[in-house]
């Protein structure tokens, strides 16, 4: 069965230092989500992608955070410099893209513990 | 006030008893997800439904467009079904926002 996959599984990094997030959607899905999740409550939405495009980043913090789809598969999501409240666990999603039917599948997420 | 509510935010069951998780929300929605959540973090989703009720086994999920509020029901419960659900809405774009999940324990 098909599978979101995103690297690492865990990541430990001290705050001011740059990490990346890998995502790689199931084949065919064309819109991509990331999203951050603080324990204890439910993820947000970071970013989503149509394809290569930028379909909503209103809650991607821009000015540490940047994410890009180049050739509207893959995705990397990255935080410059990293800060102690960006401890959390980022899941990466993927659809088929198609509103009010549309079962997003999620990958098994990155631990982030900035230090 | 978020705009999804979800009730309670801990359950504690003994194995076998029947188990209601309630969802509230305050926005219009073009569906609304059910999703589960085990410990490490990965996510899998269990209904989507716009109107009306679905079964998947032993899981059964209800809405009510007019009172904006849907419930997630286990029945027999077991202590593989421990985990965190999660409800979820989907608004324009295929836009999901998440309640904070109900955290499930099954004793046996």
């Known amino acids: 069965e098909a599978e979101v996959a995103q690297s690492p599984r865990y990541k430990i990094t001290e705050k001011s230092q740059a990490v990346a997030f890998w995502c790689d959607p199931i084949?065919?899905?064309?819109?991509l989500y990331w999203y951050r999740q603080i324990l204890g409550q439910g993820p947000e939405l970071l970013v989503q992608?149509?394809?290569?495009?930028?379909?909503?980043d209103s809650q991607l913090p821009k000015d540490r955070f940047s994410a890009e789809r180049l050739k509207g598969v893959d995705s990397t999501l990255k935080i410059q410099p990293a800060e102690l409240g960006d401890s959390a666990m980022y899941l990466c999603?993927?659809?088929?893209?198609?509103?009010?039917?549309?079962?997003?599948?999620f990958g098994p997420g990155t631990r982030l513990t900035v230090l | 006030k978020n705009e999804v509510e979800q009730s309670p935010q801990n359950l504690t069951a003994q194995e076998g008893e029947f188990i209601t998780i309630n969802c509230s929300y305050s926005?219009?929605?073009?569906?609304l997800h059910w999703l589960q959540q085990h410990p490490g973090g990965g996510i899998v989703s269990l209904f989507m439904?716009?109107?009306g009720k679905k079964k998947h086994g032993r899981l059964i999920a209800t809405i009510n467009i007019q009172e904006k509020h849907s419930s997630l029901h286990i029945t027999a419960s077991h202590p593989r079904d421990s985990a965190v659900y999660i409800c979820?809405?989907?608004?324009?774009?295929?836009?999901?926002?998440f309640g904070e999940g109900t955290q499930l324990t099954v004793n046996p």
């Open positions: 979820a809405v989907e608004t324009s774009g295929s836009r999901l926002t």
């Open positions: 926005v219009g929605i073009s569906a």
């Open positions: 999603a993927s659809s088929l893209g198609s509103p009010g039917a549309d079962t997003q599948y």
């Open positions: 084949s065919g899905h064309a819109t």
């Open positions: 439904l716009s109107s």
């Open positions: 992608f149509q394809d290569e495009s930028v379909v909503d």
